[in-house]
């Protein structure tokens, strides 16, 4: 929580026409405002298992654990080269070069396959 008592919220874009939307969560940042460097989010899973209310009627039981989610850019501006690929490797992640030239291979493949085809009819 910021000074101001400004909570970020995660929320997920609503579906278009077609259907699709994507699925990673977006946070609106207010005027004023800087993204967290952290986030912390809890994790809720049921146990299966039910315990009496407040009322006396049964609820469920739900584990709860806490992650914390760091960002990567702050990660990259603080940490020497090694041990922020380190980082990544450990989440699952390519080294920083390796994944840099695999998205400019990726693009390339995107631009070429945009270009318009001379038509050869004519």
Known sequence: M???GWI?????EEADESGMASSIPMIYVPTGEVM????FVFESRATGEFEPGVDGSEVPVVQMDL???ASMSILKEKLG???YDA???ALGLRP????VESGHKISQRIQNNLRPT?????
């Open 2 to 4: 910021s000074d101001s």
């Open 8 to 12: 970020p919220e995660l929320v997920y």
């Open 36 to 39: 967290p460097p952290v986030l």
């Open 67 to 69: 992650h914390q989610y």
């Open 81 to 83: 080269p090694e041990l």
């Open 87 to 89: 980082i990544r490797l």
């Open 96 to 99: 920083l070069r390796e994944a």
């Open 118 to 122: 001379p038509d050869l009819s004519e």
